[in-house]
């Protein structure tokens, strides 16, 4: 019997921000989890042909957001890999490494909807636990993808009611953009290496 939880965060972290780190520490917290890994995207499979900036500026910013939080590791697995970064092949290589743990996949409520595009789901549904970061209005939406997906889902796709976070990656990039500051938004380590780096700028 598996005792052990393993939480994991994936995204494209463009960049990482406070409200994917307080929600990481509210689910480890809440979950009791052993620690959470964060994977940082290749390119992500929903944002093909989106610019973002490159690979190994998001993977140290977001070492540089985890580093004060000993329960935080970043993984630069799909980075390695390169290509489209799937969800499926990094929880098998995830599982390979961690046998003994159970494995939790973390996602925002407003991604559950489209988990039946994703790649190889239905298998990827019973290597690992969905947990569903709450959005207001989520719940029902939930309630008929967990339908879509037969009973398996209903233990397998879990809405956790996290603190709400009004913060986005996308509206942070174009903050800076505008020369507006991004205090309150990002670890200063994060905001300090946007500035020396020149992101998001142009």
């Known amino acids: 019997m598996k005792s052990k939880k393993l939480g994991i965060m994936g995204g494209t972290f463009d960049p990482v921000?406070?409200?994917?780190?307080?929600?990481?520490?509210?689910?480890?917290?809440?979950?009791?989890l052993?620690?959470?890994?964060?994977v940082p995207?290749?390119?992500?499979?929903?944002?093909?042909?989106?610019?973002?900036?490159?690979a190994a500026d998001r993977y140290r910013m977001t070492e540089l957001a985890t580093k004060p939080y000993?329960?935080?590791?970043?993984?630069d697995i799909e980075l390695q890999r390169s290509g489209v970064s799937y969800t499926y092949d990094t929880v098998m290589e995830l599982?390979?490494?961690?046998?003994?743990?159970?494995?939790?996949?973390?996602?925002?409520a407003?991604?559950?909807?489209?988990?039946?595009?994703?790649?190889?789901?239905?298998?990827?549904?019973?290597?690992v636990t969905f947990i569903a970061a709450d959005r207001p209005?989520?719940?029902?939406?939930?309630?008929?993808?967990?339908e879509f997906f037969g009973e398996p889902a209903k233990n397998k796709i879990i809405l956790l009611d996290t603190p709400e976070v009004d913060i986005s990656s996308t509206g942070i990039r174009e903050r800076v953009r505008r020369g507006l500051s991004i205090k309150g938004l990002v670890p200063e380590s994060v905001e300090k290496y946007i500035l020396e780096e020149h992101l998001y700028q142009s």
């Not at 599982?95 to 743990?101: G, I, L, T, V, W």
């Open 110 to 127: 407003d991604a559950v909807p489209m988990l039946n595009t994703w790649h190889r789901i239905r298998e990827l549904l019973a290597e």
């Open 137 to 146: 209005g989520y719940g029902q939406t939930i309630d008929k993808v967990c």
């Open 34 to 38: 052993e620690k959470i890994i964060f």
């Open 70 to 75: 000993p329960y935080f590791e970043v993984t």
């Open 41 to 54: 995207a290749f390119i992500a499979p929903h944002k093909v042909g989106l610019e973002f900036a490159p």
């Open 95 to 108: 599982k390979a490494r961690y046998p003994e743990y159970e494995l939790y996949f973390i996602i925002g």
């Open 17 to 32: 921000h406070l409200g994917h780190l307080q929600t990481a520490k509210f689910i480890y917290e809440h979950l009791g």
